[in-house]
């Protein structure tokens, strides 16, 4: 019986940054553009913030329930999964809020600084 291959002999082969050829979108590796002026508008700006809270959300059931994958076989045995981890991230919430209180966005220290210099 051969021996199991390594997770290195899977991984796809390294290419050089200098081998970078013109291809499609879905296959570049390079740097994204910069923003455009479209992302500096306000519409977009509360868009994203949405989108960012609803990552957020996902990112902890994610962490705190290891929904990545299914601990039971067959449909209703998951779906009553995801529902005790909705549950869960739900008191999880409701006693952080009770405990502390509703949290204020954080604020960087660049932040706080150019406030100062502006007042």
């Keep these: 019986m051969a021996a199991p291959a390594s997770p290195a002999t899977n991984a796809p082969p390294r290419r050089a940054a200098t081998a ?5 979108p879905a296959s570049c590796t ?26 957020g959300t996902i ?5 705190v329930t ?5 601990r039971y076989r067959g449909l209703p045995k998951v779906n009553l999964q995801q529902a005790y981890s909705a549950t869960a991230i739900n008191v999880i919430r409701l006693d ?24």
């Design 66 to 70: 290891r929904l990545r994958r299914a």
């Design 30 to 55: 390079r740097p994204s553009p910069p923003p455009g002026p479209e992302q500096k508008t306000d519409t977009w700006q509360a868009k994203y913030a949405l989108r960012a809270g609803v990552e």
């Design 20 to 24: 970078c050829s013109p291809c499609g």
């Design 59 to 63: 990112n902890q059931a994610l962490d």
């Design 96 to 119: 952080a809020h009770w405990a502390e209180g509703p949290r204020r966005p954080r604020n960087s220290r660049l932040t706080r600084l150019a406030h100062q210099l502006a007042a």
